[in-house]
C-alpha cells in the first residue's frame, strides 16, 4: 500500500538550477497539494490541485510551476533554484471535502528536504 | 493575519498532566477541521477530525466553536510518546477545497 510517494527524499542544488519534485498517490484521489516547511513557519500551500487538469495557487507560489495530466501525479517544479527555497517539502492528496464534513483526511508522502547552495 | 493561528509554544508538561491546545480560524466557511500530528522530520498524520459537537477519542477530546471560530485539542493523562507538534487545519468549502495549517504547537512531555 504505496499512499503519497515523493522523490527524491534529499536533494542539493546549485543557486540558477532546475529540478521537479515528484508526487504521486494511488488512491484515486482528486486534491493534491504541495506545502513547504520552514522552522517557525507552518506547512504553507505552494500550488494545489482539485482534479486533472485543474491547478491553482496557494501562499507562496513565486518560483514554482505545477501540471496535472493524471489524477495521480502532481510534479512540482523549482525553474530556477534560490537558497530561499532551501525547505522541506510536503506532497499531500485527499478526496475532495465538497459538502462534506469530517471525512476528508489527507495523506502526506514522506517529504524531500531541498538544500539550495 | 494568518488564516489559521495557533500558539507556537512549547507547552513543557510533566507526564499524567492534562494540556489544552486552542487554534483560531479566520475564514467562516470553513466547513471542516482537523488535528494533525508531527513528529520532528516527519510527515503530518492525522490525529482527529473536528465536528461540531466535539468528539473524543481515548486521552484525546476535540471541540469545535464556529461562533467564535476557534477549535481546541485537549489531551488527558499526557503520555511522553505524545512531545510533538500538534497541526491546527482548516479546509475550505466547495470547489477551492484548500487546506490550510497552523504553525503548530509544540508539546514536550517530561518525565
Known amino acids: 500500500n504505496a499512499g503519497v510517494t515523493q522523490t527524491p527524499k534529499f536533494q542539493v542544488l546549485k543557486t540558477g538550477q532546475s529540478m521537479t519534485l515528484q508526487c504521486a498517490q494511488d488512491?484515486?484521489?482528486?486534491?493534491m497539494s504541495w506545502y513547504r516547511q520552514d522552522p517557525g513557519m507552518g506547512l504553507r500551500l505552494i500550488h494545489y490541485s482539485v482534479g486533472a487538469g485543474i491547478t491553482d495557487q496557494g501562499e507562496v507560489p513565486n518560483g514554482y510551476n505545477v501540471s496535472r495530466s493524471t489524477t495521480e501525479d502532481f510534479p512540482l517544479r523549482l525553474l530556477s533554484a534560490a537558497p530561499s527555497q532551501t525547505s522541506v517539502y510536503f506532497c499531500?492528496?485527499?478526496?475532495?471535502?465538497?459538502?462534506?464534513?469530517?471525512?476528508?483526511?489527507?495523506?502526506f508522502g514522506q517529504g524531500t528536504r531541498l538544500t539550495v547552495v | 493575519r494568518k488564516e489559521v493561528e495557533q500558539d507556537p509554544g512549547p507547552f513543557n508538561v510533566p507526564e499524567g498532566a492534562t494540556v489544552a491546545f486552542n487554534c483560531t480560524y479566520s475564514n467562516s466557511a470553513s466547513q471542516s477541521f482537523f488535528w494533525y500530528r508531527q513528529d520532528c522530520r516527519k510527515e503530518p498524520k492525522l490525529l482527529m477530525s473536528v465536528y461540531s459537537s466535539g468528539n473524543e477519542d481515548g486521552r484525546f477530546t476535540a471541540q469545535l466553536n464556529r461562533a467564535s471560530q476557534y477549535i481546541s485539542l485537549l489531551i488527558r493523562d499526557s503520555k511522553l510518546s505524545d512531545s510533538a507538534t500538534y497541526l491546527c487545519v482548516s479546509r475550505s468549502p466547495y470547489n477551492t477545497d484548500k487546506l490550510i495549517f497552523g504553525t503548530g504547537t509544540r508539546l514536550q512531555v517530561f518525565p
Open positions: 488512491m484515486n484521489h482528486e486534491y
Open positions: 499531500a492528496s485527499s478526496p475532495l471535502a465538497g459538502d462534506r464534513i469530517g471525512v476528508t483526511e489527507a495523506f
